[in-house]
């Protein structure tokens, strides 16, 4: 007899909202943000552009969203074979994430240091080759920021760490599976979460705080926590939306979007290392649960047709894209332009970054990750 691949519930709304994060991340990086609050006088505004321009919201909502799709998945082939393979979830994993990451890293260790010299880079690359192979990047950064080198640090490298820690989740999270089956997951789940939120308030080095694991864990067992609510509980979250007009989903994310901006006054000291985060995470699984449940949405991300489009292409855009930003460097190096003397030259400068990013993250995503994708599916 034929065994049946599980069929997997599928979040149409979710893949316009990966690929706005990845660009959120993008705009980050490219200095986008910095040059638009030079333009602007009023300190709401300022704010308001650091929402959405700044790369660390971007990846803590990335953490969410990944908690969330990873265990709903593990709960869903639980639920509907029976038995959750882990083999086979490692397979998966192994198959979606190395190949670019792999590839960037080569990249970074390889090619890049041949061009280093045209992008303004004469120190020696300060990270770890061994750490980054076995996603341990994330510590290596924690390093790097300790020893004062974050300076001399190519951004190519540095963004590894995001992805080490997921990889890191993806290794420790389906044994916890398997250790607390079905309902009992939930154990699981909020021993993490309080476990990451104790670490975030002990006395800690910054860099500590921002790239260790289990700092950013609470991010993905909140994401975690609400894909066993919406699993287990799914008629109740559906009521919930239901009941909940668009004027009080509006209202929801403006006050999300303004805890966001005024976070540091409202919540300052140690408060301010704890529970803001806590906040802004609830605030990013209620836009994920709101998306995918609500019928009073005022927006669903799948409107945005070539936006959700696009959501194939974020991981290749996420490690790619400082590639394009180093494209920009050179070019305005060799043409004497300095994207600091306006802000036409700045967005010139944002815009090949763009140019450069994305037919690249595309051409990764079609010559080489469908390649691999397609392997995934002798592994259900």
Known sequence: MQETI??????ENLDGLRFLLALVVFLSHSQFGAALKEVCNSDFLKRFIEVFTTGYYGVSFFFVLSGFLITYLMLEEQETTSYFNVRNFYIRRILRIWPVYYAALLFSFVLYPLVKVYVGYTDQNPYNFLYQAFFLANFDSIHVREAGLADVAPMMVGINWSVSVEEQFYVVWPLLFLVFRGKKFIVAVVITFITSCLFRGADISPAALYYHTLSMAADLALGAGFAYLAFYREAAVIGFFKRLPR?????????????????????????????????????????????????????????????????????????????????????????????????????????????????LSMASYHLMEKKFLALRKKFY
Do not use: W
């Not at 599980?6 to 979040?11: E, G, L, M, Q």
């Not at 449940?293 to 490690?319: C, D, E, Q, V």
């Open 247 to 359: 004027i009080a989903v509006i209202l929801a994310y403006a006050a999300g979007i303004l805890f966001m901006m005024y976070r540091d006054r409202l919540l300052p000291g140690l408060h301010g290392l704890v529970f803001p985060r806590v906040i802004n995470t609830l605030f990013y699984s209620f836009i994920i649960l709101e998306q995918c449940y609500s019928p009073h949405s005022f927006y669903k991300f799948s409107h945005a047709k070539r936006m959700s489009s696009f959501g194939k292409y974020t991981y290749a855009l996420y490690m790619l894209h400082p590639i394009g930003i180093q494209a920009a460097i050179i070019l305005f190096r060799y043409a004497g332009l300095d994207r600091e003397t306006s802000f036409g030259m700045a967005m010139l400068y944002v815009l090949i970054a763009l140019l450069v990013a994305m037919p």
């Open 6 to 11: 599980p069929r997997k519930r599928y979040f």
